[in-house]
Every structure is written in C-alpha cells, then in structure tokens.
C-alpha cells in the first residue's frame, strides 16, 4: 500500500510532496476542518504512520488519528475527526471514540502531549482489533470487531498544524506477535493475588443460593494469608466465575459468613503456630519452606493434590526435593518477590521531602510539624521496584487538621537528581499518583473514579500497596485487596513514591517477610474483609439449624459510624451529635416478595438536618462498601428521603409521600417488594403508594440513620419491641451538665484515637475511637489498649463503657504509662508491668504493680455501662481521674514532669467495650486545685439600686469554644489560650436590671482583661455550642450591634466612641464586681464594685443581652446578680424598632431592627437544600451542618434592572472555598436540589471563584474577583440588565456582563458552599440600575477629592479591620511580615488599619478598583500600584487639618530598604548629597526657583542632589530605584526577594515632568507615554509621605 494521503480532504487542507504532507491553512486563525484520509484502504497489520512537522500553541487539543468505513472519493467532510459517523474508530487526546461516542476513556498515551517530531500510527491487525502506535510503541488494543475494509484517518485540529506520511507497512516484530501475547497471558496467571482479592473473590464465586459460603481448606487459607504468588491461584476483580474451582478448595464444608470468618481467624493463628513449630500442625512438610509446601507436584503457584499448597517460585518446578533447611525454599521466595534479598530490602530514600524525617533503618517516614505544614512531605524507595514486586506502607500516624491525606504511586525520576516538589501532584512528568479515590498521571486527573476507597478515608492501621505488573500494568492495594488495574504501559525503571500530605503523618514499609508486619497486616485484611470484627458471633456450628426462624434482623457490616446491638434488631450510631452521616444499616438476608420490612426510630437529635431514609438495594451487605449516604450509591438501590424517591443517585419522583424529615420518635417506617416488582414504602403503616416498577428480587432492605435519626429498631412478631428511651432527643452518650468538659468540642480531641497496637484479645474499631475485648466470655483479660499519642500536660482522656458482662469479677482498670506503644510488650493485665507505669485498680492506686494507696474514692469495680472514666496528669506532675466528669482528686504524684505519658485502658473483667468520649481534650490545670468549688450566691452589691429579690442571673449555655459552665450556668471557666471566652445572659435584660459579676481567677501571663457589655445578638439564634463561628474576642462581634467597654474605651461594634470612660477593666483582680446596665434613657451604664460610672454609650436598643468576654488575664467569674421581679403592668411588650444607630454616626447597615423596603421584596424560598435553616423571616439563610447541601433561591423572581444583593454574616475557616451565586431560568418551586450548585445542569448561570459557568461548563475566567476569597460582611448581588445580561455586584461596584441571553423570568441562586456558612439579603434602598438612572455617575465624573486610590467611604468600599482575622490576604500577611523585619517603629504608621490595602490580583479586584485615578488641582493621572501592599504612614497633625495636601498630586518612589528609616525620621524624601540611596543625582541650584538658565547677578552655584518620581509604580518600582533585598519568612521559613518603595502627595508646580531616563525603549506604562513618566523635583518640603509600599517576590 502506499504511504500517500487522498487527494480529497478538508476545507482548510493543503496537500504537498506527492501528496505526503498536509498542511492546515490559517492555523492561528482556525482550529478545524484538517481531515485527511489515506489513498488506498489499509491492509491488515500495516500502521499507517504519520510524523508531527509543527504544531502551534494558540489552541487546546491537537492531532486525531484513527480508521473509517467510510470511502473518501465519496465522503462529505466534517469539521473534524469526531464527527465522522458510520462505522469510524477515533483516538483523541486519551480516549477512544466510535462514531463520535467514547468507547474508551483511558487509553495508550495523550495524544495531546505529542510534540514536533513525534511518530503516531494507526493499525488493524488480523483479529480486527484497532491498535495505536506511538514512537515505535505499541498502546495496545483500542477497539476490536473492526470491519476489514477501513481507511486511516488523521485530523489535524487544534494545535497540530502539518504532518508527514513516514511509512505504510507492518512493524517489524510482528511474527512474535502471537508468541508475546501468549507469554503476557501466562506472564497474568502467575502474577500474585493479593490476598483480600483472593479470598473476597473465592468465598463469592462459592456462594451458593442460601446464602452460606464454600469454605476453603486450612491450608488454602494459609496460602492466602502469607500473601505469595506461587502458594494460591490469582482471582482478580472483575473474573469472571471459573469452570472448575482449584484442587486446593473444598467444596463439601458450607459455613456461614460469621463462621467462617471464625475458622479464617482460627487458621491465621495456627499457622503462625505452626511456623514455630515447624509446620506439622498444617501438613506443612518440613522439607518445604515460603517456596514450595509439602511433596506435591507444583504448576505455576498452584497446589498439585490436595494435601499441600504446591508450587514452586514463578512457574514452578516440577518437584520440591528441597531438604529441610535448604535453599530451595528460599529461592522460591526470593523469584517470587522478584529477586529480593535481605541485604537489598525495598527502604526509603535518604533524600527526602524538607519536612520528612526517617527512622527506623529507614522504614519509617515521618513529616515534622504536622499541625503547622501539609506538604513538603514527599518520600522516595531507595531502588527501583521490580517486577511484580509489592511495595505496601502502613498508616502509623493520621491528624485531623487538614484536609486530604496521603497520596501513594510511581515516579521515573531518579530520588538522588530530583528536586523534591512540594507534592508529588505538581510532577509535570513521569509519574503516576493514586489520590482520593482517583488517579493522576504527571499531576492531571486521569481517572476520576478509579476505585471504591479513599485514600482520604482511610485510618491509622490500614494498609496501602502498589505493584508493577510485568506486563507494565499498574495495581494498587488497600488492606491487601486488589483495586484493579490503574495505568497500563507503566515504564520499566520506576521508584515507589509516598505523599505524607495533608492528614497523613507518619508511615512505616511493610515487609512480607516480617513475622510481626505480617500478622498486622493480616489483620487489617481481616478488618476489610470482615467489618464485623470483634462483636459477638454464635457459635460455630457446621450444619445450620433448619429450625431457626429466618428472621430479618440487620447485618452487622454497617456503616463506619454505625452499630448494631439487641441480637441484630437494633441500629444506632452512638455518637449522633458529633457525625450526621455514615449510619448506613442492611438487613441480614434478602426480602422476600410481599414481605414487608418495617423499623421504628427510636433516638432523634435536633442538631442535624435531614433524617431517615429507608429503601432497597441488590447489594450483598457482605461485600458492599458502605459509603456515607445510601442516596451515593449509583446502582442496583432505590431510596425514599425526604418526601421523594431515588434511584442511583437520581431523583425519579418529587413529591411522593409523607416527609420523613419531619418524623418524630416512635413514628415508623416500611418498605416492601411485591410479587409485580413494585416497590411501596409506609409511614406509621399508612400506605404511600407505589414508588418504582421492575425493582428485581433478591433485595436487600437499607436504613439510612441519617442526620436527625440516631436509632432504629426492626418491628417483627418474633419478639416485643423494646421501649423507647427515656429521652429520645439526646444521644446515647449524653454528657452530664455538670463535666467539666461536657460542652468541649470533639475537636479538642480530634487527634486522640487508640493506638493500632494492642492486647491479643483487643480489637480496635470506628475508626479507633472503640475498644472491646473480643470472645468476652471465654476470656477476661489480654485486652490492653493504649492511646495513639501522648498527653499533653492539662488534657483529659476520657472513655464511656458501653458493654459489660456479669461473668467475670473484676473491671476496668485505667491508668497512663511512659512506656511508649512500640516498646510495650503487653502483658495480661497492665498491673503485671514493673516499670513507668501508674494503674487505677478498683480503689487501689498502683505504681509500677505496687499497691501505694488503697480507698482512692471511686470504685472502678462498681462503675456500670454507661459510667465515664477520664484520667489527666497536670503540669506539675499530678494525676488526677474524673468518673462522670467530677474530679476524684489527686490520685499520685511525681509523675515525671516533661515525660511523655499515654493513657491505658485494660478491658479486663466484666469491662468489654469503652469509647473515647468527644470530651476528650486540653483541661486548664485550675480545674484540678481550683479555688471555684464552692456554688456562688446571688447577692447585691452595695451602692446598686436596691432591687426585689429574684431568681439569679444565668449565663447562657451558648458561648465561646473555650468556655465550660459552672454550677448550673453560674460560673464561666476559660480552659485555654486568651480568647474565645465570650459569654451571654440566659435572657434579655430588663430595663434597669443590673448584671454583675465577680472575677474568680486571673493568670497574670496573658494581657487584657476582662470585657462587658450590652448586644441585640440573639443567643438561642446561634448554632450549637461548641461556637466555632463566634468571634474570638467581643471587639470583634460585629454581626449584630454591640456596645463594650474595653479597658477604659467604650466602642460600638468595635469602633472607638468614648476614650477615658472610667477606670480600665485591665486594672480589676480576683474578688472585684463589674456590671452592666441598660437604664430607661436607653444608655448603657458601667457599674465597678457596686459604683456607677455614669453613663458609656446611648441610643441602646431595647433588647439586649448582657455580653462578657472572658479575655486576656481574667479566665474566671461567677454571678453575682439576681434578676428583676416587675409588675406585669410595667413589663412593655418587645419594641420591633430600637434606635440602635449612634446619632451622627456613618453606618452603612440598616438599623437591626428596621428593615427598609426594596422595590420587589425579596425573600429566600422555603424549599431549599437539605442543610439549610431560614430565619429572620426568611431574609437570613444558615447552612447548619457539613460543608454542601446548602442551595438557596429566592421566593420571587429577579426583574429586569433590579439589583439583588446579600451580605456574607458568617464563614468558618474549617473548609475550603466558598460561596457562589448566579440565576435559574426555571421555577423552583418543586426543584429537588442537588449537593452543589455546580450538578445543576439546566437553565444556570453560575459565578464561581473567578470564573462564569452555564449549565456546569465554564464559559469565561478571570472574571471578577475571587469569590472564595470575599470576608464576613461583603455585600454580593446580581442584576440582570434590560439587554438580558448578568452583573456581578461587589459592594456595590459593577464588575460587567458575566453572562448573555438570561431568559425571563429567573431566580437569583446562592449556594452557601464550603467556608460561607450565613447569608442575610440586603434590604435597604437600592434604586434599579440602568442608563437612564439620574443619580448613577461615572467614576471619571466624580469631584477631584473624592477618591483617594478609589477609597471614600461612601463610594468605594475597604474591608473593616480585623472584621474576620481567619479570612486575611496570604499576601498581605507575607508584606507585614517583612515590614516586621525591617524593625521601623510603630510611631510612624496610621493606627487605623482600614487605611492599609494590599494590592493584589484577588484584593484589588474584590474592592472592584480601577487602574487610574485623578487627583490634585489641576487633576492627574496617576495609578494605583497593583502588586504591592500600602502600609498608611501617619500624617502630621498639621497637614491632617488642613485639606490643602488634598489638592496634590500623587506619584511613587522606589527606595533601597536601608534608606527607609532616614526618609521617615525627615517625614519626606531628602536630597542628601552624602547619600545615592534616594535615587538622586546631583544637579546645579538655578536662581529663583526657576528651571531656567541662572541669571547674571544669580547666588553661586552649589550642587544639590534631586529626586526622581514617577506617577506609575511599573517605572519607579524598576529594581535600579528599588533594588531587591533577600529575606526568609519567619513563618513558612521560605526565602523571598522584597523592594519597597513610597506613595507620596507631591504639590503641584514644585516639579518638573520628564521623559525616562533609563534609556529603555518599550512602554513602561499604557497611560503614560515614556516622555512624561518621570518627575523630577528639588524643593524642600514639596513631597509628603503617604504610604509605605512593599512588594515581595
């Protein structure tokens, strides 16, 4: 066949060199319409091969290659390669299309990443199989059932610009063709099974139809748990069932699954038994080791006879006549790890990521810092992985700060020349990464869904494993189980690589060969394969009962915050007001047809939103991984949540039945299969209809315990149904109102878990946050547990008993040990250690096994399921224990102060099962010796107005993080740091009601005091405490107004009003009094020990709560104070207006309680995303839970030329991104909505970060500022014009047309994603925007004063300081730093930070600034100095009362650091001629301050130097003025180069304006043209210094 393209081809084609080479015209202008076709039809086994000539960079996509059916002499072209239809295979890019529809998402190599002089062919071979060739290489089969009449296909589209034809003819290694693929068929056979993947896949293909399984013989099960390729058949994902099963599996035992997990523990431990003993237990011949097992005759890893395991290393030999003790058996281990010996063990690099640290012998890696960096955490292995060689890690060490976790995969880079990344991800080349679930070749996502786990989600224990196949496929392991194929064409010479990013710590490598890693590894498979483990099982009996009723009973693999207890009938999750999700609960068995599976929820909690769904999936319990909402699932299930039905994932019906959301405890629900397939469910029995057809049988029932729902109990005739609980609105670990940690966040002990080294007969759980004792009735101890780290001085561990059994005499016995877990060598029972250890037994304080004092005051032996034990060692070496949260007192001391300590658990006795509590956390040590014990009585202060006596005052039980309450919310404690201590009265004080308090404890290492004061803040309004959201200190409360007094200085929403008010607050000690009060003349009165000071602030509103903050030194206080009992004539009813606004003050939000109209009302719609909660009359929208489900339209929709607009109230740094907004062109009245804004896909416009998406497509970047980076109390809105077009509005600022053809009528759309927690709608005046509006002006109309860098208050809006300290500009924060290191004194720069802005891309575009600005009389351009950061330089007293300066000019100057101190102690730029450090040349002094020549009888002439300016920072920030000066970040510890240089006023007339004097020939700046960009000035006093500019590199 000739290598020449068809004469016909596409309109932009131009064919040359006897029709060889083709050309596509205009290829900067068109992307498409490049077809061109081969002459002639391919023959078989040819590759059309063509060669890339150029390409260009203006496009995406590039060269399309593939066959057609289609003969060109009579083809209609299309524009490109993807459109041709009847019978055409296409490769583009990686994927694979026939007819113009994939077939083949990842296939051979990206096309797209081809350059100018690469080779791609194309190839049908004789089996009609499509191959693509790529420099010479073959990817593989892309398509088969191909025609045999076809011609090639190339499409030169986008990038790709001209090919050559190089050859039309077979590859030269095609007669081995066959040969090789046989030997890769055989290459598979041999290659090692991973054991989960074997045993899942045995048990399944063995399972007959009622539902038992087929157990393999003990020394089958051996095979599979030493893990190696020559002693077990492979069964891979996805094979298919075989025809006959091996001769090693018997088929005559059938066990169910809780059976034979039993015998599969039972053969574990026997054969490590037998290990030792020689391996007669197993019929394991002595003359055989890991290679070869007993006498048989082995073939390719597979046993020969029935009485061993057979097999030699890869492939086998055909006898093991090796003698006992011989090298044979060693060989076979070594061929089949791929030649590995000890002495060159798979270890981890020396060279390493910056932040690792490795130990021991290099098999551990550890990233240092791990609360205070994520990444620089990459480790490499020390060689290159062999062939089938597994490299498996194990997680040591997980915190739970960040988000994301280890990341693990290959690499081609040599670890002794690679400049390690910060991730591995940012790897351009080379390498193939497992992230998440999804995998990632060169830092591109190539496969988003590539298996079932997560990395992400994965605990401290579990196992992570990859191989190389040699057949160049890439697999990834997780505990042991095959996740199939990742990549295939893997290149030869790879290294391991392991990601210690984010949430992962610490890992070690583990070796097969290793006795002890192996048994740990062993369990962790167990633990995937058998989620169950531990709970109680019945016996072992080989033939199953056929008397036993086949009740329905829930399965115990559930979900990872779900249990199941009461015999099977009864599913919770424990720990319901710390998690929403992850309670997902099947039934044990299939339903039967007509049988109706009904539960009763017997727990609710008021935290979450959402409850239960129930419904059916064809799902086997046994073997599904349970994801954390049924509804994720996207096969074989059917749901009803909410009032609606789901199938996959995908609402089918809207509005079906009764809402499960709104049911209550003891309400029931039901869902049944009848005989026609249909599905119905029930609600309280009632039928609600039929909600699916063709459902199939064999279904399993599901319960989702989701968000409200906390407990569930299966309704059946078999047995009575347990009552309900006394109180079905709590949790079952409840904490008691008097722990002194009962309201303490589980994040304070996110990071405390149990250590995955414990007792033989300990078995660790949810996550390591259970512990029970496993065969409780036939063993009593061998249970130690011991936490995951150590404790810090201060902090309580605490555990809660779950189960207890009445067989044993003794309990529980709890206690810390130095002794770390690596190093322990656990005992029976913790007493039995004779060293570093101190144990609480029954009432006996034990040290080291020695009784030291008896009769400690609590009887662990006593305690019952239920009871809370807690144990702490305070800073001066004192261990104290708590038993339901009240301090027993000092139990010892002399605990080595400094030393590390972790708590112990012994699961011994009667004691089976504890969990951590979520009271676990740092402890202040005054808790222990506190001097607040006794209860604090409400009494008067003398010199306050004489009051009847009332009940007293409470706090509310609503607070900051760091608060715990005292004597039924009469005490406040803070328990850490200097903040969060805010705190509420239980009610709205009355007028003229005092609320006073006493100071109980200071710490004199903190500054500040405490502070008080009045807010319209609505405490039951906020979430549940802990208050995450709540600011850090009371100056900073500004979502509702505030009036405080701090020190000396009152302040409205933190804004000075009043200096000098009374004595400071920062003065009081323990035992002064300080109250507040709100008197009738609506002022707010300061009372210090019982004396009024007279009135601090007027216009209060009404309705306000007393506020303190516990802040700085003062970290205790108690009540002293009683409430008001009135008349109920005098009592007036709630005003629904307060003049809350200061008169004469500038606020720029509506009084509280005043809302004004707009000119449609606006409110947010009731149906909404699932975690949303409305209040404030619908005006107010708060996402109550998770980080998604947080959609949000409003009630009616958006006229033409109306602004809609909204202010962000709150955002939680926990989460990343954040909010976006955009309109719906359809009702959503019955939209059901999805997790995120960005799944709906009709009728959307929708701004996200910086970019504009319609229908989930992104149609435009760079738009706008980043939405993600928008503080607390920035105002959004979206208009949509009279053209039909959609703005953006940022504080009211016009960021232009998002978006065109917005149909009428539609609804403006939020989703209060991520980070944006609470949004309220803006209902002060805002007239419609258009052309025609009178008061709209242009900024280049407005007067000459108005705008200072765009900053007016009015006009142009800054972010109010401090008004979120989480949500600050990283780059701001890297400038401030620096201009800490240079030293200069604080006198000199504007206390007000509001006049500091960073310049930044994100910054400048959030204010909505312009690039140029007027200013001075006459007006001139100058610009704003986009890049740098302005620090506001204090302005003499003087020039701030005179507006004179107003009427200068504004220009730069770029300075060296070092001159920086002499300019600022001058206040101006001086002309000193010692020094060149101004930029300033010397030039002659000229008579009358002219320019002009000197005239006659002129002074003499002097040299003076003259300093240059520009009104553009792209020329005076030129490093020849500023030059760079080299620095490193205290913080990140990272070099920068930094310049600086001023912002001043300059008076107009004393300058003189210049061409550039660098002689550089390009424009420096648009606006100004290089003959006027540089001013040069002379006079004294004629430059004023307005700001200090830093730039950092």
């Known amino acids: ?129 499509l191959h693509l060739w790529v420099n010479g290489q073959d990817c593989g089969t892309a398509a088969s059932g191909l025609p045999s009449r076809l011609w090639a296909v190339v499409d030169l589209y986008g990038k790709c610009t001209q090919v050559t034809v190089v050859s039309c003819e077979p590859p030269p290694d095609t007669e081995g063709e066959e040969h090789e693929e046989e030997e890769e068929e055989r290459e598979e056979e041999v290659a090692p099974a991973s054991p989960g993947a074997l045993m899942t896949e045995a048990c399944r293909d063995h399972e007959d139809r009622t539902g038992a399984l087929v157990l393999p013989t003990v020394p089958a099960l051996a095979a599979v748990m030493n893990g190696s390729a020559e002693e077990a058949p492979e069964v891979t994902r996805g094979q298919s069932r075989p025809d006959k099963f091996p001769n090693n599996f018997e088929s005559d035992t059938v ?52 009485n ?102 290959v690499t081609t880079h040599n670890p002794n020349n690679l400049d390690y990344p910060a991730t591995m991800t940012n790897l351009r080349s080379g390498t193939i990464m497992m992230s998440g679930c999804g995998i990632l070749t060169n830092g591109k996502g190539t496969r988003r869904e590539y298996c079932e786990f997560s990395l992400d989600e994965l605990q401290e224990g579990d196992h992570i494993g990859l191989m190389r196949k040699a057949s160049g496929a890439l697999h990834f392991y997780i505990n042991g189980i095959d996740q199939g194929v990742a990549a295939n064409q893997t290149p ?33 498979i167990m633990r995937a394969l058998s989620p169950d483990v531990g709970r109680p099982r019945p016996a072992l009996s080989l033939t199953p009962d056929p008397e036993a009723p086949d009740r329905l009973l829930f399965h115990p693999n559930c979900g990872q915050k779900a249990a199941i207890i009461g015999d099977g009938r009864t599913a919770l999750r424990p720990h319901a007001t710390d998690d929403f999700n992850h309670g997902v609960v099947l039934s044990n068995r299939p339903l039967h047809s007509n049988e109706v599976f009904q539960v009763r929820i017997d727990k609710m909690v008021d935290k979450w939103a959402g409850s239960i769904e129930i419904g059916v999936t064809t799902h086997n319990p046994a073997y599904l991984q349970l994801p954390s909402t049924m509804t994720n699932l996207r096969s074989g299930t059917w749901m009803m949540t909410g009032n609606g039905v789901m199938h996959n994932g995908t609402t089918i019906l809207d509005e079906y039945g009764h809402n499960l959301d709104r049911l209550k405890a003891g309400d029931t629900v039901g869902v049944v299969r009848k005989d026609d397939g249909s599905l119905h469910f029930f609600v309280n029995g009632v039928p609600q209809g039929p909600a699916a057809w063709n459902v199939p049988p064999s279904v399993y029932a599901v319960v989702d315990l989701y968000g409200q729902a906390a407990q569930a109990t299966i309704m059946d005739d078999m047995a009575d149904l347990p009552p309900l609980p006394d109180d079905s609105s709590e949790g079952p670990m409840a904490m008691s109102p008097g722990s002194p940690c009962s309201v303490t966040g589980a994040s304070a002990a996110s990071d405390l878990r149990f250590h995955q080294l414990h007792g033989t007969n300990a078995v660790i ?53 130095a002794i770390r877990p690596e190093e322990l060598e656990f005992p029976n029972t913790m007493t039995d250690i004779d060293y570093d250890t101190w144990m609480l037994s029954g009432t006996a304080i034990m040290q080291d096994g020695n009784t030291m004092r008896n009769n ?279 005003s629904l207006s307060s003049d809350s606004c200061s008169e004469g003050e500038e606020d720029t939000t509506p009084c509280e309680n005043e809302p ?104 435009c970047e760079n738009y706008g500022p980043n939405l993600d980076t928008c503080p607390e109390g920035t105002v959004l809105g979206v208009l949509v014009d009279a053209n039909g077009c959609l703005h953006l509005y940022v504080n009211g600022m016009d960021q232009g047309v998002a978006a065109q053809d917005i149909p009428s009528p539609c609804h403006p759309l939020i989703d209060l994603y991520g980070q944006c927690e609470q949004v309220t709608i803006v209902t002060n005046h805002v007239p419609a925007v258009g052309a025609e509006s009178s008061d709209v002006r242009c900024q280049g109309d407005m007067e000459k004063a108005d705008m200072v860098d765009g900053i007016k208050e009015s006009v142009c809006w800054t972010p109010p300081p401090e008004v979120n300290p989480n949500k600050t500009c990283e780059y701001q924060a890297l400038c401030s730093r620096f201009k800490e290191l240079l030293t200069l004194p604080d006198g000199y720069f504007n206390e007000d930070a509001k006049y500091n802005l960073c310049y930044c891309e994100s910054c400048h575009k959030l204010r909505g600034d312009e690039a140029y600005y007027k200013r001075g009389e006459p007006p001139r351009d100058y610009a704003l100095p986009f890049g740098w950061c302005r620090f506001a330089l204090r302005i003499k007293p003087h020039c701030e009362v005179s507006n004179t300066f107003k009427k200068w000019h504004i220009a730069y100057h770029g300075t060296s650091v070092g001159s920086l101190r002499r300019a600022l102690d001058h206040s101006q730029l001086l002309a000193a001629e010692s020094s060149s450090v101004f930029s300033a040349s010397p030039v002659k002094v000229e008579g009358h301050g002219s320019y002009g020549e000197p005239e006659e009888n002129s002074a003499p002439e002097r040299e003076i130097p003259r300093v240059r300016l520009s009104p553009t920072m792209r020329y005076s920030g030129l490093e020849v003025f500023a030059p ?70």
């Open 1 to 129: 066949m000739a290598a020449e393209l068809h004469p016909r081809s596409g309109k932009l084609i131009g064919l040359s060199n006897s029709n060889r080479t083709a050309q596509r015209n205009q290829p900067v202008q068109e992307f498409n319409h490049g077809l061109v076709l081969s002459r002639e039809p391919l023959r078989d086994r040819d590759v059309f091969t063509v060669r890339i000539d150029k390409k260009v960079n203006s496009w995406s996509g590039s060269i399309e290659i593939g066959v057609t059916a289609l003969d060109p002499a009579a083809l209609d072209f299309p524009s490109s390669a993807t459109g041709l239809k009847g019978g055409s295979w296409i490769v583009s890019g990686c994927s694979v299309l026939k007819d113009g529809r994939s077939v083949l998402e990842e296939y051979g190599r990206d096309l797209d990443q081809l350059g100018e002089g690469d080779r791609v062919g194309i190839q049908r071979n004789g089996r009609g199989e």
């Open 255 to 306: 066990l169910t699954e809780h059976q034979l997990f039993d015998v599969f523990n039972n053969a574990i431990v026997s054969l490590y038994r037998s290990e030792g003993e020689g391996g007669e237990d197993l019929g394991i011949g002595s003359d055989s080791s890991r290679g070869g097992t007993g006498s048989s005759n082995g073939a390719r890893g597979a046993g020969g006879n029935d």
């Open 765 to 817: 759980t949810n996550g390591g946050r259970t512990a029970l004792r496993q065969n409780c009735r036939s063993e009593f101890n061998d249970a130690i547990v011991i936490s995951n780290r150590c404790l810090r001085d201060g902090e309580l561990f605490e555990i809660v008993i779950q189960k207890m059994v009445d067989r044993w005499s003794g309990s529980i016995e709890a206690g810390v040990t």
């Open 856 to 1134: 400690y005051g609590c009887d662990l032996d006593s305690l019952s399921t239920g009871s809370r034990i807690g144990m702490m060692r305070t800073a001066s070496g004192d261990l104290h224990y708590y038993i339901n949260g009240v301090d027993q007192g000092v139990a010892c001391t002399g605990l080595p102060p400094g030393k590390e300590v972790y708590a112990v658990i012994d699961l011994y006795g009667q004691c089976v099962q504890v969990s951590i509590t979520s009271s676990s956390g740092p402890l202040d040590n005054s808790l222990c010796t506190s001097n607040i014990t006794e209860k604090s009585f409400p009494i008067h202060s003398p010199g306050s107005v004489p009051m009847v006596a009332g009940v007293a005052h409470r706090l509310h039980n609503k607070h900051g993080k760091n608060v715990v309450l005292l004597g039924d919310g009469c005490q406040a404690v803070r328990v850490g740091g200097y903040a969060h201590g805010i705190v509420f009265s239980a009610k709205e004080l009355k007028t003229d009601e005092l609320f006073e308090v006493k100071i109980n404890e200071v710490d004199e290492q903190w500054s500040g005091s405490l502070r008080i004061g009045l807010t319209t803040l609505q405490p039951p309004d906020l979430p549940s405490c802990p208050l995450s959201g709540l600011s850090p200190s009371l100056t900073q409360l500004r979502s509702k107004v505030t009036w405080l007094l701090a020190g000396s200085e009152v302040r409205r929403n933190g804004v000075l009003q009043r200096q000098n008010y009374a004595c400071s607050l920062d003065r009081l000690t323990v035992g002064n009094r300080v109250g507040v009060k709100r008197c009738s003349d609506d002022t707010m009165h300061i009372f210090i020990d019982g004396e009024d000071m007279g009135p601090a602030a007027t216009a209060v509103a009404k309705n306000v709560y007393a506020v303190l903050d516990l802040y700085g030194k003062v970290t205790a206080l108690s009540i002293v104070s009683s409430t008001v009992v009135e008349d109920t004539e005098s009592v007036k009813a709630p």
């Open 1524 to 1593: 760079k000066v080299q620095f490193r970040d205290p913080r990140s510890l990272r070099c920068h180069h930094a310049q600086v240089g001023f912002q001043v006023c300059v008076r107009p007339g004393s300058y003189k304006v210049g061409p550039q004097s660098l002689g550089v020939s390009e424009s420096l700046d648009p606006r100004f043209s290089n003959t006027e960009i540089e001013w040069i000035t002379k006079e004294k006093g004629g430059t004023l210094l307005y700001g200090l500019l830093i730039r950092v590199e």
């Open 492 to 524: 030869g010479v790879v290294y391991g690589v392991v990601d210690l990013y984010g949430m992962a710590v610490k890992v070690t490598i583990v070796h097969n060969h290793n006795h002890s890693d192996r048994l740990r590894r062993n369990n962790a």
């Open 308 to 409: 061993g395991i057979g097999g030699g290393a890869e492939g086998g030999s055909s006898t093991n006549n090796s003698p006992s003790g011989s090298s044979g058996g060693t060989a076979g281990m070594s061929v089949g790890s791929g030649g590995m010996t000890t002495n060159d063990a798979l270890l981890f690099h020396e060279k390493c990521g910056t932040l690792i640290k490795l130990s021991n012998n290099n098999k551990t890696a550890e990233r240092r810092r791990p609360l205070d960096e994520f990444n620089n955490g990459v480790v490499m292995t020390n060689r290159p992985l062999r062939h089938n060689e597994m490299f498996e890690i194990r997680i040591d060490k997980l915190v739970d700060k960040w988000s994301g976790s280890i990341e693990i995969g």
């Open 1156 to 1259: 004004a109209l707009v000119p449609m009302s606006m409110a947010f719609l009731e149906n909404h995303g699932k975690n949303i909660q409305l209040s404030n009359q619908n005006l107010t929208a708060a996402r109550v839970s998770s980080y998604n489900q947080g959609l949000l339209v409003t009630a009616q929709a958006l006229p033409r030329q109306q602004l809609f607009q909204f202010q962000i109230d709150r955002l939680n740094s926990s989460w990343t991104s954040s909010l976006s907004l955009g309109v719906i062109g359809h009702s959503p009245d019955r939209l059901n909505f999805p997790s995120t804004a960005c799944c709906l896909k009709r009728s959307v416009w929708l701004l996200q970060r910086d970019s504009v998406f319609h229908n989930s497509l992104k149609i």
